[in-house]
């Protein structure tokens, strides 16, 4: 009788034990929806179960932290540690986080088009020729609300995205950016959402020091393998009350617009469960910054990018792998524009009809 041997099955091999323990981990924005799976992978016992303690830390400048020492990781926007990367700064994102930008932009109830702006006050971020500013304006015009031609009055305010929305409120302002917990007081007071949309571009990832990495591979996997486990919990809509209800115990208070289930699952759909990175969407968003004049050229991913940690963590739950290292070494990044070539001439003269300054 001839038999025939099952096949053999390969298991990922377990993470070795953790280098350090205790790791701090840098935050930049104090609310429920960017953190929840850092406190959560806390309040479950998902970083106990990797022999880790975490700490979180707001800080204004987690680039700083991570290169200092003083932060093991940090969640931090993505384009910065590109940019970061590119000038030999030595930080590298390890995994993804929130993998989609959020773009909300309203207006009074008393503009009825971009036409009607003309010598308003509006607040996009920074002004025309800044990142932000033109990112957003941008992004209106591809979404059929167009203020390229239209002589408005850019302004910066005090205060974060709650004295904005207060401000357009009340008539000091007509135009501002939002966040999904303001959009039910805007809309229930007859405002306009001029846009609302999500775009595929990487928003914050966890980044870490090129060498705490490579001091610490296994810390680093476990406690991304804690996250994964964290943000799984954070994902199902279902564990809603929970999340926010343990979230004061780490100093994160949610708003009552942020109960509301739709305000909470636009957070969520900033998120992948798998953590993973989309190399294609790195390289679109660097693109419009190449367009825009943030960036000169675009690296490719494998530069700003260590991912052997997320790999061995994604294994070790049987969670495919993403991106795979060929879709790493895939991505070129984005060209630089072609140069001007000499002039051809140096010396010129320039007519001119009327002699005043003006």
Do not use: C
């Not at 917990?181 to 980044?207: Q, Y």
Request: hydrophobic share 45%; aromatic share 6%.
């Amino acid at each position: 009788v001839t038999t025939t041997a099952p096949p053999e099955t390969t298991e990922a091999p377990d993470i070795g034990a953790a280098e350090k323990a205790d790791l701090t981990i840098g935050i930049r924005i104090p609310n429920v929806g960017s953190n929840a799976p850092l406190f959560v992978g806390i309040d479950q016992g998902f970083y106990a179960d990797e022999g880790l303690t975490v700490e979180i830390i707001e800080t204004e400048s987690v680039r700083e932290g991570l290169v200092g020492g003083s932060l093991d990781f940090a969640l931090a926007e993505s384009m910065d540690v590109v940019d970061a990367a590119s000038i030999g700064v030595p930080i590298s994102i390890v995994a993804g986080y929130r993998n989609r930008q959020p773009f909300y932009v309203a207006t009074h109830s008393s503009i009825g088009s971009p036409e009607d702006l003309a010598g308003k006050d509006i607040l996009l971020g920074g002004t025309p020729g800044s990142l932000d500013y033109d990112l957003r304006a941008g992004v209106m015009a591809e979404n059929g609300y167009d203020i390229s031609g239209v002589d408005v009055n850019p302004v910066s305010v005090p205060g974060g995205s709650n004295a904005w929305v207060e401000l357009l409120l009340e008539g000091e302002l007509d135009m501002t950016v939002f966040f999904a917990r303001h959009k039910p007081s805007i809309v229930d007071a007859g405002h306009n959402v001029v846009l609302d949309v999500f775009k595929e571009w990487p928003n914050d990832s966890i980044a870490a020091a090129d060498d705490f990495v490579a001091s610490n591979p296994n810390t680093t996997a476990r406690f991304i393998r804690a996250t994964l486990r964290a943000m799984e919990f954070w994902m199902d809509p279902s564990n809603q009350d929970a999340v926010q209800t343990m979230a004061p115990n780490y100093g994160f208070n949610p708003k009552d617009a942020e109960k509301d289930p739709a305000v909470y699952g636009e957070d969520l759909a900033l998120y992948d469960v798998d953590m993973g990175l989309d190399p294609a969407a790195f390289d679109e968003a660097l693109g419009k910054l190449v367009d825009l004049g943030a960036f000169d050229s675009a690296p490719a991913m494998g530069t700003y990018t260590n991912l052997d940690a997320l790999h061995a963590a994604q294994d070790a739950l049987g969670v495919a792998q993403r991106p795979t290292a060929a879709e790493v070494a895939a991505s070129t990044g984005v060209a630089a524009a072609p140069d001007l070539g000499a002039a051809e001439k140096a010396d010129l003269t320039i007519g001119i009809r009327i002699p005043n300054v003006g």
